[in-house]
């Protein structure tokens, strides 16, 4: 009675900064991410209405619509596998209706090419995209 698990799915924009070597260059792209994530959560029910709980997951990120920044032509971010964590809690009205807050943290590590501006070849790396999605609805138990 404990156990959950959820399947979300979402999209969100991003933009991707230089860092390392590169940090003086700024913004390399932007682009939106649709990254449906599988989370397995335990849900603690010793509080009364109140029912926060844990989770942990994987996650599958799509990037759509890349554009590049600055000097940057070319931009591309390869889609990836990532972790996410969550917390949250529903707070019940009665036995089946209740409110929900969510938040989870997903830990993206896309591979990126793009070209400078003039230089031969392209620039190659990771970028770190971590975004936070916090959530809010109505719940329903069965």
């Keep these: 009675k404990?156990?959950?698990?959820?399947?979300?799915?979402g999209v969100?924009?991003?933009?991707?900064?230089?860092?390392?070597?590169?940090?003086?260059?700024?913004?390399?792209g932007s682009t939106t991410l649709l990254p449906p994530t599988l989370t397995l959560q335990?849900?603690?029910?010793?509080?009364?209405?109140?029912k926060p709980y844990v989770g942990a997951g994987?996650?599958?990120?799509?990037?759509?619509?890349?554009?590049?920044?600055?000097?940057?032509?070319g931009f591309g971010l390869k889609n990836t596998f990532g972790a996410a964590l969550q917390i949250g809690f529903d707070y019940m009205i009665d036995r089946h209706w209740g409110w929900n807050v969510d938040v989870k943290k997903l830990y993206l590590r896309p591979e990126v090419k793009a070209t400078l501006g003039a230089v031969p070849g392209q620039v190659a790396g990771?970028?770190?995209?971590?975004?936070?999605?916090?959530?809010?609805?109505?719940?329903?138990?069965?």
């Design 126 to 142: 990771k970028v770190n995209l971590d975004p936070l999605i916090v959530g809010t609805g109505v719940t329903y138990r069965f």
């Design 42 to 50: 335990y849900h603690f029910d010793n509080f009364g209405a109140f």
């Design 12 to 28: 969100t924009p991003h933009t991707a900064t230089a860092k390392g070597s590169l940090a003086g260059v700024g913004k390399i």
């Design 2 to 9: 404990n156990i959950a698990a959820e399947l979300i799915l």
């Design 58 to 73: 994987v996650n599958y990120t799509f990037f759509l619509d890349e554009k590049e920044k600055g000097a940057f032509t």
